[in-house]
């Protein structure tokens, strides 16, 4: 079993910064994938990042790509997702998921999730 808890949303002006955390505990952490999904109102769940627990690789979708970064600590148990520059249409619940096995950008293949958290970027 993994528990995941995601911090950090806010309100932030267009063109501001947020980091999130995803605190991550539970066993078996060499096998996991983790990634931040978005949620706006009305709309499916959308990739935005990911990242291996071991070796640290990642990937980053278009929309968020040379914006956001997503890491990891393993020695704190925790992934970040550092967000620069926001835009209005970044506004939605955003949530770290987890499962085992290989980085994949469709929200069906992980098994874990945490509560969500919101983030909302005014014009």
């Known amino acids: 079993q993994v528990q995941l808890v995601e911090s950090g949303g806010g309100l932030v002006q267009a063109g501001g910064s947020l980091k999130l955390s995803c605190s991550v505990s539970g066993r078996a952490f060499d096998s996991l994938a983790l990634a931040w999904f978005r949620q706006a109102p009305g709309k499916g769940r959308e990739f935005v990042a990911a990242?291996?627990?071991?070796?640290?690789?990642?990937v980053h979708s278009d929309s968020v790509k040379g914006r956001f970064t997503i890491s990891r600590d393993n020695a704190k148990n925790t992934m970040y997702l550092q967000m620069n520059n926001l835009k209005p249409e970044d506004t939605a619940v955003y949530y770290c998921a987890a499962r085992r096995g290989d980085m994949n950008i469709i929200p069906g293949r992980y098994g874990y999730w945490g509560q969500g958290t919101q983030v909302t970027v005014s014009s």
């Open positions: 990242c291996t627990w071991i070796g640290g690789n990642t």
